[in-house]
């Protein structure tokens, strides 16, 4: 059967880390959280602990606080067994939140330091997702479902929740149906909201909506994931348009997100489309912020194919949600 789950080494993490994650990739087919003959933390122990022992000891000992169980000599392997993978997973994002916001300097150390932690969040999420081939997933009463394990565990494909099948995997609701005879169907691509078809057969508007506008909002993913990983570079969305990158840099300097918080991103990129927040009103805000009235906005934003009045800045910024101001 084939396993749908893979990790993303992140640009610039450390090679040794790297090399390990591909090492890792390449033997986990039979591994899985919940196997007993196949552990998969018995195979993080194996391929991943040395190399992160092996790349802290290249780092000074201040490093040691924003990775857990890096400053006691604890091996990564050993804290997933004490406190489990999500937990695990979260207080890594946070810790490593913490960094970017302290001592994170953005030179070739620390970015190579953030490319690697970015990694190791990357295997502990694809470990607690990948399942067993003959696990079967249980509702939240523990009945067995004829549903296939293997399929990807992951995001709704238009927004920052998670699908159906992970939903339901993780047992954050129950199954309702008419009778227990009910043939129970779950989307590993999109969540309940955004469901192709409702329960009485008909199409969903918002899958429709969300459909129409994919391309915007994968464009509008990957600036604010750019964005996250650099908050304090400008330019760092490259959307093109230096007035554009400027309305992210300004924006995430309000934030504190980083590309680890893969949900909160997903769900700006999300309002952004919806809300309709275009490119042209990025500008507009970012001029604003910079000290210009609408008259003069107009001005700048004014083109011979497109010529802008005071009256539409003043539409355009009456339209525009407040979260999404400067």
């Given amino acids: 059967m084939a396993n749908y789950l893979t990790i993303e080494i992140w640009n610039g993490c450390d090679p040794a880390v790297a090399k390990a994650t591909r ?6 087919p039979p591994f899985s959280a919940v196997s007993r003959r196949y552990p998969i933390v018995q195979l993080i122990q194996k391929t991943i602990d040395p190399a992160v022992f092996a790349y802290f000891a290249t780092l000074p000992a201040a490093y040691s606080g924003f990775f857990p169980g890096a ?3 604890i091996s990564f392997s050993t804290i997933i067994r004490q406190v489990g993978m999500e937990p695990t997973n979260r207080l890594q994002r946070l810790m490593l939140r913490q960094f970017i916001n302290t001592i994170d300097t953005q030179d070739e150390r620390d970015t190579q330091f953030v490319a690697t932690l970015e990694t190791l969040i990357e295997l502990i999420w694809a470990c607690a997702s990948k399942k067993a081939a003959r696990v079967p997933l249980r509702d939240t009463q523990g009945r ?7 399929r990807r565990l992951s995001f709704c494909e ?3 929740a998670y699908s159906e099948l992970s939903t339901f995997a993780k047992q954050e609701f129950s199954w309702r149906g008419t009778s227990e005879n009910d043939e129970l169907r779950l989307s590993s691509r999109y969540c309940n909201n ?3 078809k409702l329960a009485n057969g008909e199409w969903n508007p918002k899958y429709r909506q969300a459909k129409r506008s994919l391309n915007r909002f ?3 993913l990957d600036r604010c994931t750019r964005q996250a990983a650099r908050r304090s570079k400008r330019g760092a969305a490259q959307s093109g348009d230096a007035i554009i990158d400027d309305y992210f840099f300004h924006f995430f300097t309000q934030q504190t997100l980083t590309p680890a918080d893969q949900a909160d991103l997903r769900n700006l990129a999300r ?3 919806d809300r309709n927040l275009t490119d042209s009103k990025k500008k507009i805000l970012a001029l604003q912020l910079s000290g210009l009235n609408q008259s003069e906005i107009a001005r700048v934003l004014t083109t011979e194919e497109k010529p802008l009045s005071r009256q539409a800045v003043s539409k355009a910024l009456a339209s525009i949600s407040d979260e999404l101001r400067l």
């Fill in 271 to 273: 309002k952004m489309v």
């Fill in 23 to 28: 090492q890792f990739l390449n033997q986990w």
């Fill in 218 to 220: 994968n464009l509008e």
């Fill in 144 to 150: 067995p479902r004829e549903l296939n394990s293997m």
């Fill in 71 to 73: 400053s006691t000599q």
């Fill in 194 to 196: 955004h469901r192709p």
């Fill in 158 to 160: 238009f927004c920052g």
